[in-house]
């Protein structure tokens, strides 16, 4: 769907953003103006924002974290999954298109970023390092870096990238992902400015004006529209190549539609792989939560001794059309980057100890919301269905309230872990990290994974993969033969679950080879009313009403789709 408008040359347009560049760098060189106006904008904002970074250790982390470069890869991730959902809408009618435009996106970027440090690269310090009585929040948290000061802040290279994606999606995308972009673009700019990393003249005088060179030359000319027109068909026709392969790699099953939900998937993966690394909280919860649970089984069911014969064989067609590969490649994926980001960018195992009623919290909603969804699927009880749901809620208490032990770390006892873990991690209700907690082995496998000790990582992938392949087949058995009594006995292990989930607990650490271990946890009743309190009440409330809008639009999507029919 190229925009025709966007083949003439509109030269109102092209002079009046390259004026008001150059204006902004006038008005900015220029020292009366900028010491009247520019400065003490400057100041106000940073004093202003700076000093929030007083409103407590919370709100310090939340600053520190949004500084942190892995989160800036993360924002990208999450932009570049929101892209991916534009291009493959409309039942990925303007694939080619669209994709073209990723491209043009991506190399204007980058060339805007090379113009500005060959030609605007000034020394200016940030406001961080010139004020003394600043808050430098690196001073106050120390457990992992992040920016928050600055010898060279003008013009702020960040904001100039957020500022050019923000306009191409503005520019190319609908109404809905253009208001996220502009808010999401909002939200990534300011965590330099609080921090004292940049200051605001750095984004609209040094950054607004590189941009809106580059962007007025690109848009206000026929050279998007020929760039664009000379892409598409480049891209249909790779486009073309890939499918077929992929198709003959599947035996020949049509998978149109799993490219389609390949965003989706991944995005899906990462909530699993966020629920699981958290101790307590189920991956196999989340993806009866998201709907693709049975999936998930029936996909992981399919690596049975067939599929080994083909390997074995050579017939490597057969053994592939047998798989819902595609979806199981793009959920790994996406559990492999929660993975990466709660160890890299927001450190959970020790964000858990030191906020644990925010982190559990969020979970508890997220747990309460799936009983309630569960309970609606299950229908009327009888009493048979009563002791069941006892017996499950039973054997909840009791795997949650086992005590951590101090265990080997053996390549075999790291297998036998994975194994372990991997089959919790099936069961919603059960956690896999809190398997990894009794095991002894929750910090070590952690950490090896983020630091990439593949000696650790090896075996334990081994173990998760045969377990994940063996225990399967019992769940999908149970859930043929006995569907309503194993939904009851899930059901009652969440129930049980809870009692660990409840945000407020009496926990109790001990020092084990110098690192804090869960030993003991008793849920309480909150003892005063504060801001840890109020920040926990919400996030189990958008846990709530995040898992309640997720399951009313499958219904809302499911009933449009057997309406069709």
Known sequence: MPNHSASKWHPLILVFCNLVAALLLASWFYEPIKAVFWDKLDNALFFALNGSLESGYAWQWFWAVTNARAFDVFSGLIILGVFASFVFADNGKHVAYRTAIGFVMTFFV????????????????????????????????????????????????HALVVMMVSTFFVVHTGRKLALFMIVFGLFLLTPRLVVGAHWLTDDIVGSGAVALVVLSWLMATPLQTRLL???????????????????????????????????????????????????????GTMAFILGIYERLLEAIRSFDLKWIRDILRFNIASAIARNDLLFLVSLLTGILFALLFFTKVIPLPALIISHPELVYGLFFGLIIASIIILMQQVGKLNLIDLVILIAGTGLGLIIVNLVPATTPEASWFIFFSGFIAISAMLLPGISGSFILLILGKYAYIINALGDFNFSVILP????????????????????HHYHKQTLLIIKGILIGSLWMIWPWQERTYEIV???????????????TIDTSLLFSISLALIGFMLVMTIHYLSLKKRASGEKRY
Do not use: H
């Open 460 to 479: 334990f992938v081994l173990g998760c993969v045969t377990g994940v392949i063996a225990f399967s087949r019992v769940i999908v058995w149970m859930l």
């Open 513 to 527: 080879r110098e690192k804090q271990r869960l030993i003991a946890s008793t849920p309480i009743m909150p003892q």
């Open 110 to 157: 980058l060339l805007a970023a090379q113009i500005s440090k060959t030609f605007l690269d000034i020394d200016r310090t940030g406001p961080s390092l010139i004020y003394e009585d600043s808050i430098r929040l690196s001073r106050i948290i120390t457990s992992f870096a992040f920016k928050d000061s600055s010898p060279t802040s003008f013009p702020g290279d």
């Open 229 to 283: 027109g000379w892409l598409e068909p480049v891209i249909q026709i790779l486009i073309g190549i890939s499918m077929k392969l992929l198709q003959f790699l599947v035996g020949g099953r049509d998978v149109t539609n799993d490219v389609r939900e390949l965003p989706k998937t991944i995005a899906k993966g990462f909530c699993m792989g966020s629920a699981d690394i958290v101790p307590g909280v189920s991956g």
